[in-house]
């Protein structure tokens, strides 16, 4: 077996093509042969039943002794002419008798015999086919039971004969349809072996390689179509992963090549406490941002792989919403903003992690909102009864201020991307994350997260499904 899933299609398309083959000449080759078998028994019994027809005629004529010699001369004509034909007739009168005695007759044994019986002679390597009748007496002849008997050999030597070409000839036409189907194989997996060589030739090196789906069978194009998209899919992963590292890199570059600098000029001449106290504390500043990036890293990369446990439970958004406002509070109240709730409903949540994507967006809206301006929580129910749990519900943070380009909205939950090119806003440093794991968040409550700008007002939130039953 595991050298058959082993083996070339070719191979398995003409074992399968040989396998068919033989089983169709098999039921063919056996119906021929029942057919043809058939035909013999039946031109056997015609030919019995003539012959039969002709002797009975002749003995019921003769009615007096000197007169049987004209049946045994018919009789002799008849056996003398075909050698494979026997006569008997056998009555309670010795001179009314042909033949050495009664022949031991086996009766017909199925519907096919057509009523013959079988007497098997000394001499004969096959029984002999055999019709009787019992003729009335008639004048000095009394009544005379006669059989006619006739050697199947010959019939059962064309028979074999027959059976032997048959068998012949399929094997023969088996071992042509296997070279043909082989064959056939072959030059209807062309176009998969080009496939296969051009996929051999996709190297890491060039990714915009694709398969050419032209001049393919309709189900080669799907599985080129299909090969494609995963290669297109793969292309934009690779290229966001080689994005991500490049933006890894530079994120974490940056405060190692400030603690680098700060600490060779600490160390360049003696400096006195408070010297050395800025320093560390700027330091400090520097390690508490590097671990930001590694924390919210990790946090992707764990969300990413399924590995957070969700505890749910049943609770009104907006009261949660209203707790990561108090929390960012001081935040408002520096920049000049204010914060308003709107809507209502229920929707089960993991409260941690939805503060968290809470404290993301707001965060988010007040780096990019007008100084002053109002900052507004919409929070919406799913579909059916407002408020209810098993609905699901949608968190929108709309806020005032400069509009996002579309080419820019598409890309905004990207990890490490940034709308301004500059990565610093209102003289804090940003790595680009916050929207990513909003986007994480989202996913882990089996919702979806949406963006948009217009009119001097910016939209993003997250939607969220209920639990599966």
Known sequence: MKRWRES???HRLAAMFAVAALLVFALVGTALYQVLENQVVRYQHAELETKLRYVAGSVAACDLRERWYKVEDKVEYLTSSDRSTKIWAWSGDRGFRIGPGVPKVETARAKADRGMGRVWLPDSDAPYRVLEELVPAKGERPQVRLWVGMDSQPYRAALRSFAVALVGLGLVGTVLVALLGHWIARVGLRPLNRLSAEAQRLSPSKLSQRLQPTDLPPELGRLTGAFNGALDRLETAYTRLDAFNADVAHELRTPLTN????????LQ????????TEVLTSNLEELERMRGIVNDMLFLSRAGQGDIALDRVCV?????????????????EEAG?????DGAAEAWIDTSLFRRAMTNLLHNAVQHALPGSEIVVEVRGGEGAAGHCGNGASVAVRNDGKCVEPEHLARMFDRFYRVDAAREHR???????GLSIVKAIALLHGGSVFAASGDGRTTVGFNLAPPAA
């Open 337 to 341: 903003m204010r914060l308003r709730i």
């Open 259 to 266: 603690l680098m600098g700060q600490t060779q000029v600490a």
């Open 427 to 433: 003289g804090e440093r940003h790595h680009g994350l």
């Open 316 to 332: 009104p958004l907006a009261e949660e919403v209203a707790k990561t406002g108090e929390f960012l509070e001081y935040l408002l």
């Open 269 to 276: 001449r003696p400096r006195d406490a408070q010297r050395l």
């Open 8 to 10: 070339a299609i070719a």
